[in-house]
């Protein structure tokens, strides 16, 4: 069993809609978890960073953290083309190293004008 | 210059060839990353280094070769590679080291090595 679980995708989805993007983990002991957008071709740029459960808001993003189900999720309301990237998951804690971040395979969305 | 730079951004080499892949962050952190991006894999952690001295190598084979001279630059030796090493190579910096759970992690665009 993979530490992080994350559906490849493609994700297709019209122009405004809500998009969710989730990712499952195994170990309890993660605690920071972090959201980045791959664009073809660039490196991972961080989007969201969260530490333990909760709810947290940037804009157009949320990040949910469910500890006790092991599962995270992204949320993109009002959708738009310039969204369409991979989506990677990333998750660390202090038993596996804080600099040591598990990633998640990435789900590829794309958004449709 | 600002971020994490990478140079060269593509790289062809033969297995015999000995190259080199560089890194600089312009960010002021203290860590810095190597990873590999393999298709339909995960980001994969090389190595990492803080305040310049190597804290992690993750079982990376030897014909890998970091060097980090200062806390803003990091490089990559290569020599007899193989095919399967061709993939995205990622460089990250953070600030913190490992001793703190705040640690945002920022990419470089990456080298795109194709080893023929």
């Known amino acids: 069993q993979k530490e992080v679980e994350q559906d490849p995708g493609p994700l297709s989805v019209p122009e405004g809609a809500i998009v969710s993007l989730n990712c499952t983990y195994s170990?309890?002991?993660?605690?920071?978890f972090m959201w980045y957008r791959q664009y073809s071709r660039k490196g991972p740029e961080l989007l969201m960073y969260?530490?333990?459960?909760g709810n947290k808001e940037d804009g157009r993003f949320t990040a949910q953290v469910d500890k006790s189900s092991k599962y995270i999720s992204l949320f993109i309301r009002d959708s738009q083309p310039s969204d369409s990237a991979t989506y990677l998951c990333?998750?660390?804690?202090?038993?596996?190293?804080?600099?040591?971040?598990?990633f998640g395979t990435g789900t590829r969305l794309l958004v449709s004008p | 210059e600002t971020g994490v730079t990478q140079t060269p951004r593509h790289l062809v080499m033969g297995m015999t060839n000995k190259k080199s892949l560089k890194c600089e962050q312009h960010?002021?952190?203290?860590?810095m990353y190597w990873y590999k991006q393999s298709a339909k894999k995960p980001l994969e952690l090389m190595f990492v280094?803080?305040?310049?001295?190597?804290?992690e190598n993750n079982s990376v084979p030897s014909r890998f070769s970091p060097e980090c001279p200062n806390s803003s630059h990091l490089f990559l030796h290569l020599h007899t590679l193989q095919p399967e090493d061709s993939a995205l190579y990622l460089c990250?910096?953070?600030?913190?080291?490992?001793?703190?759970?705040?640690?945002?992690?920022?990419f470089g665009p990456g080298t795109r090595l194709t080893v023929l």
């Open positions: 990250a910096s953070s600030l913190q080291s490992g001793t703190s759970g705040d640690n945002e992690q920022f």
């Open positions: 170990n309890s002991a993660f605690q920071y």
């Open positions: 969260t530490y333990s459960s």
């Open positions: 990333a998750m660390s804690g202090r038993d596996t190293g804080f600099q040591k971040l598990v």
């Open positions: 960010l002021g952190h203290n860590a």
């Open positions: 280094y803080n305040f310049k001295e190597q804290t």
